[in-house]
């Protein structure tokens, strides 16, 4: 009797730790939240989700696969003439390069729409315009590549080529080399340690510099004495044979190398993934399954966008900084006689990207009270930008609110994140350029390791836990 009246004073909180439980901010970890049914769907999710990364690992392919993706739970491409009432699910893509999603709300659009929005593109090698030739007896491609990449990453992995070649009649072949089982794979090469000690000399941004990451893909001469360029011809041979083209096609052509390897699960529990181009594809699958989930007309008008061109600044008419979306926005408005402008300016965005993931090994760019962990959730970003909020949409205070409120009342496990310290460099996203069209937007995204390596990691509870947030915003 006596031993468990101590047990029960044992247990009785002091003061100060029901206080700090009644005041202090609690910082929840998926693996001890979440239910053992929740993480089995979780990882259910996620072998689609491996799937949709096999699938697309170019932002055409991963377009084409949205596409086809909406088209089974019955989206139809978006008429600007047509007339649309709640619950109808459109679609529109934009060069075959980005894609926008909608499922019609019960309100008006003229009280805006709710918008969640990725990139398909990721960091790559692409090839030049003159991209063939031969040196020494091997044969190569020319490269320049596309985002932001640490280049001493990208030598000695198998590497795929994907893209397509208009030829000179004008005439479309599509390319994909190196994802079969029984395909060559293509590689860059990297000097020996034995031989390395001028290399290592030089600043790591230049270990392998941008001229250095030259392709090879051949070493069989064509058979002729008197001929010069053997190599190269007879790599051109089979090129011709194979897809019917010749050297100069290459000039209208988008050839993108990316790793050959498919997704992966990742550590002995196999709680994470591992794969090339979750930036962003890992928010573009989850804002895409979000809203194809969608039963019956949500309240407000369901958008999702998959950009292209986020990686090298959100450039080009397939970027969010060129008016496509403005556009689509207006003929929606249209459709229902509001104007543009109006739908616009009540609309809400989750700006759907990655954060950086909290690296115990490498911690000294992180700032550990503000960084984002695996594992934790779904982050949720006020500001990107860098070195004093520069290039950034900083999302309100009113909006973080907001978006607050849904999570919590849908259980959504999410924490905030900054990426690194203050003098640490930084980053952006789309968010900038949709705010810029005075759209309320905040960043949403999954937490990754190795962030623009070849194979990025991310952890499986977070990606549910992002599925579920967009899901939440737009049932909001
Ligand atoms: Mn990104
Ligand atoms: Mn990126």
């Not at 084409?64 to 529109?92: H, I, T």
């Not at 090839?127 to 020319?142: R, T």
């Not at 397509?164 to 994909?176: N, Q, W």
């Amino acid at each position: 009797m006596a031993k468990k009246e101590t047990a029960a004073k044992k247990e009785k909180k002091t003061e100060a730790n029901e206080l700090k439980e009644k005041l202090f901010m609690k910082r929840k970890v998926t693996g001890m939240e979440m239910s053992d049914a929740e993480i089995k769907k979780a990882d259910k999710f996620c072998e689609d989700y491996k799937a949709f990364l096999d699938a697309g690992k170019t932002e055409r392919e991963a377009c084409a696969e949205a596409v086809r993706l909406a088209q089974a739970q019955g989206f139809v491409p978006f008429d600007k003439n047509a007339s649309y009432s709640a619950g109808d699910k459109v679609y529109m893509t934009n060069r075959g390069k980005a894609v926008i999603l909608a499922v019609i709300g019960k309100k008006s659009v003229a009280e805006g729409v709710n918008l969640v929005a990725a990139h398909i593109d990721s960091p790559r090698i692409d090839l030049k315009q003159n991209p063939l030739y031969e040196s020494d007896g091997l044969g190569y491609f020319k490269t320049h590549y596309y985002g932001g990449i640490k280049k001493y990453q990208w030598p000695t992995i198998p590497l795929a080529l994907h893209g397509v070649i208009y030829k000179a009649d004008g005439e479309r072949v599509d390319v994909k080399l190196g994802e079969d089982d029984n395909d060559p794979v293509l590689v860059i090469t990297d000097i020996l340690p034995h031989l390395a000690d001028e290399q290592y000399k030089r600043p790591a941004p230049k270990l392998v510099k941008g001229e250095e990451l030259n392709i090879l893909i051949g070493s069989r001469p064509f058979r002729d004495d008197k001929a010069s360029e053997t190599v190269k011809l007879g790599i051109m041979q089979i090129l011709n044979e194979k897809y019917g083209i010749t050297e100069s096609d290459f000039i209208s052509a988008e050839l993108e190398c990316v790793p050959a390897y498919k997704a992966k699960d990742v550590g002995f529990d196999r709680s994470m993934v591992g794969a090339y181009g979750q930036d962003d594809r890992v928010c573009s699958y989850t804002a895409l399954s979000a809203i194809l989930s969608l039963k019956g007309a949500p309240d407000r008008t369901a958008v999702t966008i998959l950009t292209d061109k986020e990686e090298i600044g959100s450039e080009g008419c397939t970027g969010l900084q060129s008016s496509y979306l403005k556009y689509f926005i207006y003929d929606l408005g249209d459709c229902f006689g509001v104007n543009g402008r109006t739908v616009l300016s009540h609309s809400k965005c989750l700006s759907a990207d990655v954060n950086a993931g909290y690296d115990p090994t490498f911690c000294e760019p992180f700032e550990k009270l503000n960084a984002a962990y695996l594992g934790r959730g779904v982050v949720l970003t006020k500001y990107t930008g860098s070195r004093g909020k520069s290039g950034t949409n900083d999302a309100s205070a009113e909006f973080v609110s907001e978006v607050r409120r849904i999570f919590d009342k849908e259980d959504i496990i999410w924490q905030t994140g900054e990426l690194g310290k203050v003098d640490f460099g930084g980053g952006g996203t789309v968010a900038m350029y949709i705010s810029n069209l005075n759209v309320d937007t905040v960043d949403i995204g999954v937490p990754v390791l190795s962030m623009h390596a070849p194979f990025e990691i991310t952890l499986k509870n977070d990606i549910y836990m992002t599925y579920k947030a967009f899901r939440a915003f737009f049932k909001a």
